[in-house]
């Protein structure tokens, strides 16, 4: 009876391709704030025990021979070179995490825009089909539908 046929939308195939790559860019935040969190417990690890030896070795307690102070100093001087890689790990990876953050910014204005103008042309079809409904409606009730 109606003239319009079913609602289609010529760009959902975009729209589905919008909607997984900005599920793909969520993903790739998610796995980028969790590295950058363990960068940032691992610095905390290190630089707790950095403080933890260093006041070990100030409190005078163990009798030091100066091979175990060379060692131990060596170690230190290790942890303290990790803590510093650590800190400039966690920079590039605060930059990364802002980046990602980006570009989901990006993927999700692309796929909420291509979903409003489904909304309107949905909103168009189904004023459309109303019309048509209305028009039938009218000639059922006039008697002029054709036979």
Same mark, same amino acid.
């Given at each position: 009876?109606?003239?319009?046929?079913?609602?289609?939308? *010529? $760009?959902?195939?975009?729209?589905?391709?919008?909607?997984?790559?900005? +599920?793909? /860019?969520?993903? %790739?935040?998610?796995?980028?704030?969790?590295? $950058? %969190?363990? *960068?940032?417990?691992?610095?905390?690890?290190?630089? =707790?025990?950095?403080?933890?030896?260093?006041?070990? $070795?100030?409190?005078? +307690?163990?009798?030091?021979?100066?091979?175990?102070?060379?060692?131990?100093?060596?170690?230190?001087?290790?942890?303290?070179?990790?803590? %510093?890689?650590?800190?400039?790990?966690?920079? +590039?990876? =605060?930059?990364?995490?802002?980046?990602?953050?980006?570009?989901?910014?990006?993927?999700?204005? +692309?796929?909420? $825009?291509? %979903?409003?103008?489904?909304?309107?042309?949905?909103?168009?079809?189904?004023?459309?089909?109303?019309?048509?409904?209305?028009?039938?409606?009218? /000639?059922?009730?006039?008697?002029?539908?054709?036979?």
């Amino acid at each position: 009876m109606s003239p319009v046929g079913r609602f289609r939308f *010529s $760009l959902e195939t975009v729209l589905k391709v919008r909607g997984l790559r900005e +599920e793909q /860019a969520k993903a %790739e935040v998610a796995r980028a704030q969790q590295e $950058l %969190e363990r *960068s940032r417990r691992a610095l905390k690890e290190s630089q =707790e025990l950095r403080t933890r030896l260093l006041q070990e $070795l100030q409190s005078g +307690e163990k009798e030091w021979t100066p091979q175990d102070f060379l060692i131990f100093r060596a170690y230190l001087d290790h942890l303290k070179t990790a803590v %510093e890689g650590f800190k400039q790990r966690i920079q +590039e990876q =605060e930059a990364a995490v802002q980046e990602k953050m980006e570009i989901l910014k990006q993927r999700y204005q +692309e796929r909420r $825009l291509l %979903e409003q103008l489904r909304q309107k042309r949905y909103a168009q079809f189904r004023r459309e089909l109303m019309k048509d409904m209305e028009k039938e409606t009218e /000639a059922i009730v006039l008697g002029r539908w054709n036979l």
